[in-house]
Structures are given as C-alpha cells and as structure tokens.
C-alpha cells in the first residue's frame, strides 16, 4: 500500500515553507555568516519548485510548472553549494554552476514543449542534483576545521545518501519504463518524496546547528584573542567609557601598582594628584583631553599619574575612540617617559649650572681686569692679586687660559690641562689656536682670522661659542661650550681670557633623547613623526623643482598569524628581517619608516611610476628568496602594498597617504602578495 502521493507532495510543500522561514530566521540573527544568505534562498528556491511540482497536475499550466519545477531543484543546489564554498571562505566557480542550472532548465524545457519525454526529464534533473549533492558532501568533508566537524559529518552524510539516491533515480529509466502519471503511487515515485521530506529536514536542521557551532567558536576565538591582545599584552592598555576606567591589563596595574578594583570605576582625575605640572586641574585637564579624544577620534599627550604607594607616574598617553557594543568607548594606551622626564630635568640642571659658573666666570673676570691695574700701582697688591686668581682658577672645574696680543698661552689652569691632556710647560708660550683649535669637527681647517676668540680679542667684545671642538694632545677631539672675553688696561686690549666646559656628556644624552623621539627601537629605522617631517620637507623640494616622487605603504600579509603561532619574539624577527631586505633595496636618499605594528611606509624622491614599479618588485623578489628562521621551521615573507606617486597640481603628504592607503586595501582584497599603484587626480 502507497501514500497518497498528491497530500505527500503538499506536505513536503508545507514543510520546505517551514524551513524557508526557519532559513531566514536564522540568517536574521547571524548576518555576519558567510554562507548563510545563499542556503534560505536555496530552500526557498526548493520550496518553490514543491509548489510548481504540485501544480503539475495542473493541465493548463501543467508544462510550465514541469519547467519551472526542475529550474528551481537544480538552482536550489547551486545555492546550497554555493552557501557551503562560502561558509567556508572559499570561492565557488560561478560561471560553471550558472551553465549547469541553465543547461538543465533548456533540456527540461525541450523534452517538454518539444518532445515530451519523462524518461530524459528525469535523467535530466536527478543527475546533476546527485552530482552537486556529493560535490557538496566532498566540499564540507575537505574544508571544515575540526571544530565543526561533528555536524559536517552529519550534513556530509544526508548529502551523499541524497546524491546516491538520485543517481539511482537517474539511472532508473535505462531499466525501467517511468510511469506516466506524475503521481502514480509507484515505489519510485513515493520514495522521491519520502527521501526529499527527509533529506531537506536532515540539512536544514545540520545548517543550523553548524551555523552556531560557528557562532560558538567565533565567541571563544574573540575571548580568546581579546585576553592575548589586551590582558596579556606587555603595554599597558585601559577602556574608559562615562568618564570612568572600566577595563584594564595587567600591564597598567603592574605601572600603578595597584589591585583591579582600585582603578576600575576610578575617573582620570581619581588616580593623579589634584594638579598637573603645568598647574591645571587634574579633573578640568582630564575632560578636556577626553572631550579632544571624542571630537577627534585619538590624541596624544603627557600626563601625571599617582600610584597606589603615593609616588608619582609620568605617562605618554594615547586616546583612541572606539564603539564598543554600541557605546562609545576611549582605548588608552601608558607608556612610561619617567626616564625621559628625568634625564631631561638632569639636562636642565647641568644648563643651569653651566650658566652659574659662566656667571661666577664672569665675575671671576672682572675681579682679575681689576687686579691687574692694581697689580701696575703695587707689587705687593699684585702677588696677592695672583695668588688670589690662582687659587680661583684652580678651584673651578672648567678650563680657562690666557693668551697674549700674539694669541701665545700666557696662563692655563688645571682642569684645562686635564681636558686637553698637555702639561703646563706644553701650553705656556704656545699659540692656542694652533695648538689646540686648528680643525673643525668634519675635519676643515680653521682659520685664525675665523675663530670667535681671535675676533673677541681684536674687535674687544666677548664672545660666547656652544658645539664647537677642541684637540687633545693624542689627536682626539672633544665637544665644548666656551667663552672669550678681551683684557682691556685703558682701552688697550692686551689679550683674552678663554672659559671652556666639555659637553660631550650632554651632547650625548641630547642625541640619545633624538634618536628615541624620532627612531622606532626595534627596526631602527625612523619613526611615524620623523617620516612625516622629512617627507614634508621632500614634497616641497619636488613641487619646487617639478620632480617626481613616489610613496608606498606596505605590511606583511598574515603578520598576526606569525605572532600567533611563534609568539612575539617571531613577530619581532619577522620585522627586523623585512626592515633589513628593505634597507638593502633602497637609495640612501629614500625614507624608510616603521608606522607601527607592521606598517611601514616609503618615500622615493626623483622617482616616478616606472622607477617605483622597478623598486617594489624587487623588494617582493628579495624576500621571495629570503627565508625567515623562527624556531625549527622556515617562513617566507609576503607583503601587501599600495603605491601612489605626486601629480602635476600641490598635494599634501597626507593626501599621498591616505591615496597609497586606499591601494594597500585594495592590494589586500585582491589576495594579499601583491602591489597596487592608484595613479594621482591631476
């Protein structure tokens, strides 16, 4: 005995509307999933073609619903095979499937209009369905991660069953004489739409719980990847939302040296002291760079900071505004400038004191101007006079000589014999000039008529000289600050006296304090800031003298995957490794920059498209042979970079900028690996 094959076909139609809806339920809930939006088209596609199947019986529309039935079946499979390719970050060949459901639908409608055959019509459809269904099954069983593996087993099994029934069914009328009626309750006929109920039911229900498997694991990748790049990172990073810190890492209790609870909840204000050291307000400074933050999406400033033992912090904070769960959010970055603050507050100190015993020098000066007259009205005033300045020359620690009419050494003190390596007899009689002032630093002679103390003692004004150098006895050279002051005895200049400190000590420290503001540490290549500064300088010198001018910004491709699987210390290699190939590709006059992260920008003056073109890949073919050692395996390094070049009109860096960011997206959504040049809008 058969079911009533007419209420069968209703009931599939009536469950296919179910499915359709529950498709589309479910695709309202998870947008975001790739995939989904093909399969509820699918199964409304299927369901239509119940509908049309049930119309069959139809004799005034019965041929275009033979037609229509099969263009739904078979567009209904490339929908969900097309649903699977994207679920899974794969690409479907398009073309290939739009020729088979059109193919089948022609056919259909030939053997229909033309010569009505049922035996073709149902070769037709039910091998292609057959096919696409094992296509689908072999998709899901070679590309589903093991996470979802569970329900791709039970998805590949309803599919494979499905396209090995209909294969059957394919091959059925080479052996059987298909019936006539479209619902003649034959065994064929009655299992086509048993296996159709429940195979639609089966993938449905598996579309679904694989969708939230997906949603599931998606949720645990985030928490995860938010507890690495957050909780777990060496920075110290803060959320403040309303005004109030709501979230922090490890690395910002650490700096405080508190406990969670006693910074979260906690305004700005709450954790400094009641002034800034510009005097402002903590509460009144903290609202304004927060207002700035929220108007300009991100600032940077230094800031004041009192941790939990009641010492004081000194930041670099960085603002940048997010929107987190609907609700606007600051991402604070701290980095710690104490150091810095220190050492500059160090190199204040020692201007300040340099300026006191400049000060005392010149008042040491003037007393001896003095004691020199008097030293012509009494010898004895003038031996106490002497023993007065010596005792002064030698207390200080700078070096002060004395030279003649001649510019011959007349005096010298201690401490100047120390910084300059000579003995007394060495310097006495000497010409200073010759002997210790003869060369400039970069190694240019010196001329006499040139040096500000041989100009100081003819022209009888002082003279006061930072950065310049003196030569010691064994040939090295040292940085100084000094000062000439002309001896004058009733207007007659009789000579000078030279005051000199060495600076190389603060010339260090103010070097150190350069290269820290303008060079990334760990690549040593220049900063952000000191890029843009420079490139300034460069598009201005092009649009003045009409040369062209490239810029490019370029990443690694998949740099987070390297920090994934190697850590950062492999991140960090990768970095290195990628500055360097660089390095060796460009001109000295190029500007290399590491942005931050794994940005790096380019600039190539005199360089136009071609030349450019020239460059970038040269750099790709570098590092396409350069290997990457990270632990026991080797990596080869990809890049993304987008190009652009200076127009015939003014442009400003940042107009270049955001052009070659605009190529470096796209050179990503092309595949990674590759360049992209957007040509400038003259």
């Known amino acids: ?163 090995a029934f209909f294969a059957l069914r394919g091959i059925s009328p080479f052996f059987v004489i298909p019936e006539e009626s479209l619902f003649a309750a034959t065994l064929t006929t009655t299992s086509s739409y048993v296996v159709l109920l429940i195979a639609t039911t089966l993938w449905t229900y598996g579309f679904v719980v694989l969708v939230n498997q997906r949603a599931n694991q998606a949720v645990l990748t985030s928490e995860e990847r938010y507890r690495i790049l957050f909780m777990d990172s060496p920075d110290a990073y803060l959320m403040l939302r309303d005004g109030v810190f709501v979230d922090c890492n490890r690395a910002a209790l650490k700096m405080l040296g508190c406990e969670r609870q006693r910074v979260v909840g906690k305004s700005p204000a709450q954790l400094s002291p009641e002034f800034q050291p510009d005097g402002q307000l903590s509460a009144a400074a903290a609202e304004l760079k927060m207002s700035s933050a929220f108007q300009g999406g991100s600032t940077t400033f230094e800031w004041l900071h009192r941790r939990c033992d009641g010492t004081d912090l000194n930041v670099e904070i960085s603002l940048a505004l997010l929107d987190l769960q609907s609700q606007p959010t600051l991402f604070i970055t701290w980095r710690d400038i104490s150091e810095r603050i220190r050492t500059l507050k160090a190199l204040q100190q020692q201007s300040v004191e340099l300026e006191r015993s400049n000060l005392q020098l010149e008042h040491v000066l003037t007393q001896a101007n003095a004691m020199t007259a008097q030293a012509l009205e009494a010898h004895n005033v003038l031996q106490m006079s002497e023993n007065r300045m010596n005792l002064l020359l030698q207390s200080t620690d700078q070096g002060i000589y004395g030279i003649d009419g001649q ?168 970095l290195k490794l990628l500055s360097q190939v660089c390095q060796k590709n460009i001109r000295d006059l190029d500007l290399l920059a590491r942005f931050g992260g794994d940005e790096f920008a380019m600039l190539l003056p005199m360089t136009g498209p071609e030349q450019a073109d020239v460059v970038i890949r040269r750099l790709f073919e570098q590092l396409a042979v350069t290997p990457l050692q990270l632990g026991d395996q080797t990596v080869y390094l990809t890049l993304s970079a987008g190009l652009t070049c200076l127009g015939n009109r003014e442009e400003s860096l940042d107009e270049l900028l955001e052009r070659a960011d605009r190529a470096l997206y796209q050179a990503k959504q092309a595949g990674r690996n590759r360049f992209v040049f957007i040509s400038p809008l003259d």
Not at 113 to 136: E, G, H, Q
Not at 419 to 430: F, I, T, V
Not at 502 to 516: A, G, H, N, P, S
Request: net charge positive.
């Open 1 to 163: 005995m058969f079911i009533d094959i007419p209420t069968l076909v209703l009931l599939q139609s009536i469950n296919s509307f179910l499915q359709v809806v529950a498709m589309f339920l479910q695709m309202s809930v998870n947008r975001q999933r790739a995939g989904l939006t093909w399969w509820a088209w699918g199964s409304l596609s299927l369901a239509l073609g119940f509908v049309f199947n049930l119309l069959r019986g139809n004799p005034l529309i019965s041929q275009m619903a033979v037609v229509a039935n099969n263009a739904f079946y078979i567009t209904a499979m490339v929908l969900f095979y097309t649903g699977v390719m994207r679920f899974y970050g794969r690409r479907e060949n398009r073309l290939a499937l739009t020729m088979l459901a059109v193919a089948v639908t022609l056919i259909a409608a030939y053997f229909t209009y033309m010569d009505d055959n049922l035996a073709v019509r149902r070769v037709n459809i039910s091998l292609p369905v057959a096919w696409v269904s094992w296509m689908i099954a072999y998709r899901m069983l070679r590309y589903s991660p093991l996470a979802l593996r569970a329900s791709t087993h039970m998805l590949t099994g309803v599919f494979g069953v499905f396209g």
């Open 407 to 574: 510019g011959c050494c007349t005096f010298i003190n201690q401490a100047a014999l120390r910084m300059l390596g000579y003995e007394q007899d060495e310097c006495l009689g000497q010409n200073m000039h010759t002997l210790i002032h003869h060369t400039h630093q970069d190694g240019r002679p010196y001329p006499e008529s040139e040096c500000p103390i041989f100009q100081s003692k003819r022209e009888g004004a002082g003279r006061y000289i930072e950065n310049e150098v003196l030569w010691r006895k064994d040939g090295s050279m040292f940085s100084v600050v000094y000062s000439a002051h002309p001896l004058l005895e009733d207007g007659e200049i009789l000579g000078s006296v030279v005051t000199f400190s060495d600076i190389t000590e603060r010339l260090r420290l103010q070097q150190l304090l350069e290269k820290q503001a303008t060079t990334d540490a760990l690549t040593e290549l220049i900063n952000r800031r000191r890029f843009i500064e420079l490139s300034k300088n460069e598009i201005k010198r092009s649009i003045r003298q009409k040369s062209s001018l490239t810029i490019a910004q370029f990443d690694i491709d998949y740099f987070k995957s390297i920090n994934d699987r190697f850590g950062h210390a492999g991140g960090d290699t990768a």
